[in-house]
């Protein structure tokens, strides 16, 4: 009589998926076996060129202010907002600030209706920054209007 194992009927457990040594494999399984170490290799070569690469792209210097400005375009491309970047499309731009405008406006009858009753502060400090944006909008309008 076999031993009954403690795992739920039809699950089988396996401990490795490589076959012990005097296991006899069919084709097609030891086809999957190549490829699944195939994969892993290309899987870490590519790990390690983009790792290569974005050392290759880190420069160091001795003056802190191009430290500084190579962080700050760093940032640019993770996320960060686009009014930091030096070097950014001016009908982009516009957009964005218009979309902000857009979103300042709406949150502002919001508070002004009663249906925001307690905003928070960064609400706030955004309603508040309702003049710059408008500001910056009318000026890349001109600079457009230039073009």
Request: include cysteine; glycine fraction near 4%.
């Amino acid at each position: 009589m076999k031993s009954r194992s403690n795992l739920p009927p039809g699950l089988n457990f396996v401990e490795d998926e490589k076959p012990k040594d005097g296991a006899v494999l069919s084709k097609s399984a030891k086809k999957k076996l190549k490829q699944k170490e195939k994969k892993k290799q290309a899987a870490a070569t590519s790990e390690v060129q983009e790792l290569t690469n974005s050392v290759k792209s880190i420069s160091l210097s001795a003056s802190g202010a191009e430290n500084e400005a190579t962080s700050s375009k760093g940032q640019c491309s993770q996320g960060a907002s686009q009014e930091d970047a030096q070097v950014v499309d001016p009908e982009k731009k516009l957009k964005n600030l218009k979309k902000k405008l857009r979103q300042i406006e709406g949150l502002e009858a919001k508070i002004n209706s009663g249906e925001l009753k307690n905003p928070e502060t960064a609400q706030l400090e955004k309603v508040a920054k309702k003049q710059e944006v408008i500001d910056a909008i009318e000026d890349l309008e001109l600079e457009l209007a230039d073009i």
